[in-house]
């Protein structure tokens, strides 16, 4: 081989091999960019399901004890639903005095009586609202809006008379401050019907603190709890929808009639228990569903044996 042709030889090929290099690159580069296009594919499709709105039902309340008992008040067999003779207001007032009374011998029924459904019976007081929610929306529909400012106006007095002798009992130590900051923390007409409830109640479970003070008197506390329960069950949330199912009155009635048959059922329950720890006596300790009768100011007399005798 010439001196010519050998050096000419690794020249000869050179501008092939630096062609077939430089498309390798060009191709190199081009492939990145549609596996880049490929990843960045799956980030647009994303904010499709990103919107889940978790808070859908914005209920408080008696509307939300509505919304929670309603489903097992649909379960009642026809024949078992009574004709509607409450007054759901007197009825609420009573299940809650009622549910004061036994709170005591919680763990002492627990054992004396384990057939009873404890949780349902001592949830009693969020039937109650829910039945006085039932009613609303069927009686509510002809009374005035003045109406309801005039329950809300109402409902502010007494809840600053409340207040402000729950927080002067506070300071003597015979309330905690952290319930009464927790009730005067908020605003707005749905705020003050519940303040009337957790007052009602605060001062409706201490003997301690009605003995203390006189100027909150039992009738005062009743009727606290009856506005509360009742402006819950009017006024609606802020947020939420103007009217978000189209219920005929004829649905609206007969949800109303099931969950009042179902108050009425699991209240024997706690007439049960009663008549178990105070016997014939048990009727002023937790009043029947519909008794006008004043709730006592006393606290209720303990059981002879709140706790089962072992042989039985």
């Given amino acids: 081989m010439s001196e010519a042709t050998r050096k ?31 990843k960045t594919a799956p980030t647009k499709a994303a904010p499709v399901t990103a919107p889940v709105p978790v808070p859908k039902v914005t209920a408080v309340g008696s509307e939300a004890a509505y919304l929670r008992y309603l489903p097992h008040a649909e379960k009642l067999a026809a024949g078992e639903v009574l004709p509607y003779r409450l007054d759901p ?3 609420y007032h009573n299940v809650q005095t009622g549910l004061a009374a036994l709170g005591p011998y919680r763990d002492a ?53 409340l207040l402000s002798t729950a927080e002067a009992l506070a300071l003597s130590g015979i309330f905690k401050a952290q319930a ?13 019907a519940r303040d009337c409830i957790e007052l009602a109640a605060l001062f409706g479970k201490s003997e301690e603190a009605m003995k203390a003070q006189k100027l909150v008197r039992s009738e005062q506390l009743q009727r606290a709890s009856e506005l509360g329960t009742l402006l819950v069950g009017r006024l609606k949330p ?15 009635v007969t949800a109303r009639d099931r969950l009042a048959t179902l108050l009425w059922q699991r209240f024997r329950d706690l007439r049960k228990a009663a008549y178990y720890l105070w016997g ?26 709140p706790t089962p005798p072992s042989g039985t």
Avoid: Y
Avoid at 283 to 291: K, R, S
């Fill in 8 to 38: 000419r030889g690794p020249k000869g090929p050179a501008p092939k091999s630096r062609l077939t290099e430089l498309k390798s690159k060009a191709a190199t580069k081009a492939a990145p960019m549609k596996k880049v296009a490929a």
């Fill in 89 to 91: 207001v007197l009825a």
């Fill in 109 to 161: 029924l627990k054992r004396a009586l384990p057939l009873l459904d404890h949780t349902a019976l001592f949830d009693l007081g969020e039937l109650a609202q829910a039945v006085v929610f039932a009613a609303t929306q069927i009686e509510g529909k002809t009374r005035s809006l003045g109406e309801t400012r005039t329950l809300l106006t109402e409902a502010s007095q007494l809840r600053a008379l």
């Fill in 180 to 192: 009464i900051d927790k009730i005067r923390a908020g605003s707005g007409p749905i705020d003050l």
């Fill in 238 to 252: 802020g947020g939420a929808r103007k009217k978000e199912a189209e219920r005929s009155d004829a649905a609206q």
């Fill in 280 to 305: 014939d006596a048990f009727d002023t300790q937790v009043p029947a569903l519909q008794t006008r009768q004043r709730a006592r100011a006393s606290s209720p007399k303990p059981p002879a044996s």
